[in-house]
């Protein structure tokens, strides 16, 4: 081959080019960054793995208190509460709520204050007005009173009010008991016969006042004042003996603290209701046998806990059982229930105390077995002999921290109770439970009330159950319309056009949740209620006007479709689409005025059962959707985009067209990473929460209605939290919601890693 001598450079041929040396010196700096690159990486890695693992022990040391065993501890021994001769203690012993004084009233008609400190007696007050009398039974007015009534061997009942006085001198508390005895109500005229069992109730319209005189009588003393709107109102007392048409003897009886309804135990193990809304004319309602198939019992206690809704009964064969009123599922009156049964003592049950601050409450028997119990959920929690035996009173300290019992010689003991969470177990977290006020078990997120006496309801699984439904609305928006679309944009979309739509979509990953979650409740929400019946006629016109177009469009002329550049076709799509919703919501007036008789939230209600709420899944589905969508839409359509370029060459030079191409090559080649980008998407929808808490609701309610609000596990805790008290039940149980959250995600994205691996494995000889 010749060389033209012009085209040569001067000085004669080109020379090789010749690589310009490196220095060891710089190489020793590129290794020595490389190698420091490696450790930053490393170390980094490790920061992130150690940083999880903090948060998860966080989460536990949280979460772990809520499933402690209780503990109880004997303070000190028993404090010799009652002199010699003094007669024995006569029923209910009380305390302040320091534990410091602890109080009594003897047989003989005296009223002991023993110091639990020192476990020596106070003093001893002459109980005013016995006249000569003695003490026959003391009880305490209900959970959680200072109020208790003296009841006397000649048929009278003297009130007695217990205070105690706080005082701080150089940073010492001191506790004093300060009693005050009212005035005493004569309930056997003759005076003859003594008080064996006593129950009182202060309603707003008057007090009520029952009393047992012999095996089979009963008196039921009221008082009713009447106000007037000038001057002075009135009072009214009457008294009268109440029939009893069971059979058997009363054994126990209690009254609730409305005055509405009395409770009788019998000899027979018959619990008796007897209704006293008419205070002329009391009346027995109806007559359970709690004993069941197990044999019959007398009754020995009959009690309520905190709120007087639940009643709990106990027998001389050592059963313990709660009841409620409960109006049936199916309509009638309500009936009393068995809700609980409880372990067993193995003597006869001789004293109840309910807990004046939850649903707690202890029973003991004749031999000091002592047991403590959770109304709530059923369970028995703990229990201890007294180390005295033979106990005759027993009680819940005001703040729930110990028991405090009192046995036949007038010692005192005290029990520390170590419980912070008694109403927590498994079966309360996640099950159905029985909850007062409901016909049935079932399950309940309501953490707070508006009375001392609410029953906390604090079941995750509305909470579970409101995450996954929220989750799976978003995804039924979200994975059809995000899959579609990166599969257009990667095959079919002009690359100059791809230019521009893939960065917007991937702009919407920017918008901040608050934002969107603002739009959807203030903003969609109003809009979806007024063209709902056209947003379900959506899927349906949108694609039937598509093929009409599909179908015009091969109609033209050839020449005229090919000056439209292949690849822009979107172009001519969008105002098609845009026509189609148009005339879907058009139509949807009309479905609307034809088919569900001018109001669709009625026929929802009336045709169906289902009620139609503003903030519901619905708009969930659609903004959440929108948040959730260009997270799937970028990694799937870079793994599309991934797909190496010769298995598409491939493919359509054995005939096949785009299409079956990217079907049945790229769409199974890049499944992998299409599944990595559902599931990631899934995750951030499952953590989602200003949108679920802004755009919902925010109701606690298992109904898999797209109409129905509900509540997630996110959101709730964004809710609750702030009102939490610090390690209180509530708070935990927030810290629970929480690790549950992690290990749903944690095992979501496990299970996507371990099919991302499979799919990868079989489609790698592509």
């Given at each position: ?242 029939a009893l048409p069971a059979e058997g003897d009363v054994t126990a009886l209690n009254i609730d603290e409305r005055?509405?309804d009395l409770f009788l135990g019998t000899s027979q193990g018959r619990l008796v209701r007897v209704d006293l ?442 809710v609750e939290l702030p009102e939490a008290p610090e390690q209180g039940t509530l708070f935990r149980v927030l ?32």
């Amino acid at each position: 081959m010749a060389v033209n001598p012009e085209a040569l450079p001067s000085g004669g041929p080109a020379a090789p080019a010749r690589r310009r040396p490196v220095s060891a010196a710089r190489t020793g700096r590129r290794i020595a960054l490389d190698r420091w690159a490696s450790r930053l990486v490393v170390v980094g890695g490790l920061v992130i793995i150690a940083s999880i693992l903090a948060i998860v022990f966080v989460l536990v040391a949280e979460v772990w208190p809520l499933f402690r065993a209780p503990e109880v501890e004997l303070i000190g021994p028993p404090a010799a509460g009652l002199a010699a001769g003094a007669g024995g203690p006569v029923g209910s012993i009380g305390t302040d709520e320091y534990r410091e004084v602890a109080f009594q009233v003897t047989r003989e008609g005296a009223l002991q204050v023993v110091d639990l400190k020192w476990g020596t007696p106070v003093r001893s007050q002459p109980i005013p007005g016995l006249e000569g009398a003695s003490v026959s039974r003391v009880v305490q007015e209900h959970v959680g009173s200072s109020r208790y009534l003296i009841g006397t061997s000649d048929g009278r009942v003297i009130p007695l009010d217990m205070k105690f006085d706080v005082t701080f001198r150089e940073g010492t508390r001191g506790v004093a008991a300060a009693a005050s005895f009212g005035e005493a109500v004569v309930l056997d005229p003759e005076r003859k016969r003594p008080i064996v069992r006593l129950a009182a109730a202060s309603a707003d319209s008057g007090a009520v006042l029952v009393a047992q005189l012999g095996p089979r009588e009963l008196v039921v003393h009221t008082v009713t004042q009447k106000k007037a709107l000038v001057g002075e109102g009135t009072r009214e007392e009457s008294l009268q003996a109440l029939a009893l048409p069971a059979e058997g003897d009363v054994t126990a009886l209690n009254i609730d603290e409305r005055g509405a309804d009395l409770f009788l135990g019998t000899s027979q193990g018959r619990l008796v209701r007897v209704d006293l809304g008419d205070k002329a004319a009391p009346r027995v309602v109806e007559t359970v046998d709690i004993s069941g198939t197990t044999g019959a019992a007398p009754v020995t206690v009959v009690d309520f806990l905190l709120g007087d809704r639940t009643i709990v009964v106990g027998d001389e064969a050592g059963r313990v059982t709660t009841w409620q009123i409960v109006r049936p599922e199916a309509g009638g009156d309500p009936r009393l229930v068995r809700v609980h049964e409880f372990r067993k003592h193995a003597a006869p049950v001789m004293a109840v105390s309910a807990s004046p601050r939850d649903k707690g409450f202890v029973t003991a028997d004749t031999s000091g077995q002592v047991e403590i119990h959770y109304g709530t959920s059923g369970r028995t929690l703990m229990s201890f002999t007294a180390p005295a035996g033979d106990l005759r009173a027993v009680f819940f300290a005001p703040k729930a921290d110990a028991v405090v019992t009192a046995d036949t010689a007038g010692q005192i003991s005290q029990w520390k109770l170590t419980n912070p969470h008694p109403e927590i177990t498994l079966g309360t977290l996640f099950g159905k439970v029985w909850y007062e006020g409901y016909s049935a078990p079932a399950y309940v997120w309501q953490s707070t009330g508006g009375s001392d006496d609410f029953e906390a309801k604090l079941s995750l699984t509305p909470l579970v159950y409101g995450t996954l439904k929220g989750t799976f609305y978003a995804l039924v928006v979200a994975v059809p319309l995000a899959l579609f679309a990166a599969l257009y944009v990667s095959e079919f979309m002009h690359p100059d056009l791809k230019a521009y739509v893939k960065p917007v979509v991937e702009i919407m990953a920017a918008l901040p949740s608050v934002v969107l979650g603002f739009l959807a409740g203030l903003w969609l929400a109003p809009i979806v209620e007024r063209v709902v019946p056209g947003l379900f006629l959506v899927p349906l016109v949108v694609p039937a006007l598509i093929l009409a177009a599909f179908f015009a469009w091969r109609l033209l002329p050839v020449t005229l479709r090919r000056r439209l550049r292949p690849g822009t076709e979107v172009a001519l799509l969008i105002p098609v689409v845009v026509a189609g919703v148009w005339i879907a919501l058009s139509l949807g007036g009309l479905v609307e005025m034809a088919l569900l008789g001018g109001n669709y939230r009625g026929w929802l209600l009336s045709t169906l059962g289902l009620t139609y709420d503003q903030r519901n899944s619905l708009v969930v589905g659609v903004a959440m959707g929108f948040a959730v969508i260009p997270i799937i839409f970028t990694i799937a359509e870079d793994s599309l985009a991934n797909v190496p370029g010769h298995l598409r060459a491939g493919s359509l030079a054995l005939g096949a067209n785009r299409w079956q191409t990217a079907l049945r090559i790229v769409l199974p080649t890049a499944s992998p990473g299409i599944f990595s980008a559902v599931m990631i998407g899934f995750g951030r929808a499952v953590g989602e929460t200003m949108i679920v808490l802004m755009a919902t609701g925010n109701t606690p309610v298992m109904d898999w209605s797209i109409f129905n609000g509900f509540r997630a596990l996110s959101a709730n805790i964004a809710v609750e939290l702030p009102e939490a008290p610090e390690q209180g039940t509530l708070f935990r149980v927030l810290f629970l919601a929480a690790l549950l959250l992690f290990c749903l995600t944690f095992a979501l994205n496990t299970v996507a890693e371990l099919v991302r691996l499979r799919l990868r494995q079989r489609y790698r000889y592509l």
